[in-house]
């Protein structure tokens, strides 16, 4: 049996050098011929030549950014085999048949399957040459799997939606949190973990749980500029469902995907929306196995276009034509946001995203975090994380500047153009509705619909009040920028209004303000008397 000095003497490659132009002529032809691209997206490149240098590499490309190259171009530059871990079946299969049509070697290796669709992929393994090999999580840990992976000549092991391997993500699972046995099983196969979404802090923690080696860092693609951000806080309900209205009565072409927090309110809220518009369906986890793969594939056929679903929807979901995502609740965190509303504009063209935010749904998240039997560390990172995108739902800056700052992409903005903050009077913001009569179902009031105008919880500053928030304001944006952090994570603008309005003297009257803890209080606590003209 070789060990994996042995097979990594024989499969390393020479050390690695500045590309040349003859090599990254190579790049390009190799997309074109094999791949049918014209070009790379924006990170992709950096990564595979991380890659084929032999590094572990930890990527952050958003959904829709091209993930699935990053791996799939460097098993045909090597020539050997890659290993795909990939937590849904669908997914894999869906994978695989793409790449035969383009007529890449590949495979996916699950419970479905009979033994001679198994022996099959095996035979076509060992005729040498590439091939992409696509495998649950749970597979990889099997004794003889075990076995098999330390006798094979691997270039990569890719570990895609790697978010799932840290607690402090949004989506842990336990099967991948042992995947750390890829390293030890084979130490000198490198290491390619890919995820939509994460933070600084999630991406350190992938790192160590995956045991990887002073691995390189991608962050690339956050920035969707045919993606409109919109925020719309609302008093009840009933405000709620007028704005959703409104935004399909908007969206007359493409698909539509609503998110809920809850299976009860998912189910309710389509059969609602099934009295009013045309090819309505809902999809949650409480459903039958069978009818989610009907709603999954009548959605993917278009016989469904308006879909209600819980965020047991989305992942490997790959529609191009979705031109509204719709969140009636908002989820947990940021991290789940922005990867449920790049579902939205898939094929590049102008699509909306809109979040209806009230205080109520805090509190829906505020339970889930309370009832979660995780341990008590990972709970309080989880109300920082609501109360992060809590400012961000009430914030006043540039909603794709915060989104690039908040996931350190290695592109930046100050002005978007094209959010509710940058460009209030686009055509893709959703209008408010006027004043109608929708059903019995929806008692929305004049009186009612007049508040929701206004965002719940207000403070209504004098001309002067006023004059000092706007200071506050742009402070904050200094601040953050020093910092290179959102503003939302400094101050929400309610504590900035609270501020303005109360106008503190001493960090003890400080202390007093919505929002301002201890540690704020300590970090900023001179910073804003002195911008209310307080001296020490």
Known sequence: MQDADKIAKKISPKPSK???????????????????????????????????????????????????????????????????ISPLIALMRDQVAGLKKLGIPSGCLHSGQSEDDKRKIFQDINKGGPFLLYLSPERVQKEGFKNWIRTRPISLFAVDEAHCVSQWGHDFREEYGQLSLLKALRPDVPVLALTASATPTVLADISKQLTLKSPSKRVHGFYRPNLYYQVETCVDDDAKLSLLIQALKQTTEGRVIVYCGTRKVTEELANFLAGRFAQVGFYHAGLASETRNKVQEAYSRGELRILVATNAFGMGIDQPNVRLVAHYQMPGNIDALYQEMGRAGRDNKDSTCLLLYSKKDKGLQSFFVQSSDARQEIKDLRWRNLDSLVNYSEGSECRHGEILTYFKDSQRVETCGHCDVCDPKSNRRVDRPVMEVLSSALKATKTKLKRSSKK?????????????????????????????????????????????????????????????????????????????????
């Open 18 to 84: 500045q590309q040349s132009q003859s090599e990254s002529d190579a790049f390009e032809s190799l997309l074109q011929d094999k791949f049918n691209l014209s070009s790379f997206r924006i990170g992709q490149k950096e990564i595979i030549s991380d890659v084929l240098a032999k590094r572990d590499v930890l990527a952050v490309l958003p959904t829709g950014g091209g993930k699935s190259l990053c791996y799939q171009f460097p098993a045909l530059m090597t020539g050997e085999l890659t290993i795909v």
């Open 456 to 536: 719940d919880g207000d403070i209504v500053l004098s001309q002067d009040q006023q004059s000092v928030f706007e200071g506050l304001k742009r402070w904050r944006r200094e601040k953050a920028k020093e910092l290179d952090v959102p503003a939302f994570v400094i101050f929400s603008d309610q504590s900035l209004k609270h501020m303005a309005q109360k106008h503190p003297q001493n960090l003890s009257e400080l202390r007093q303000i919505y929002g301002v803890g201890e540690t704020k209080l300590e970090q900023y606590g001179w910073d804003v008397l002195a911008e209310l003209g307080v001296s020490r």
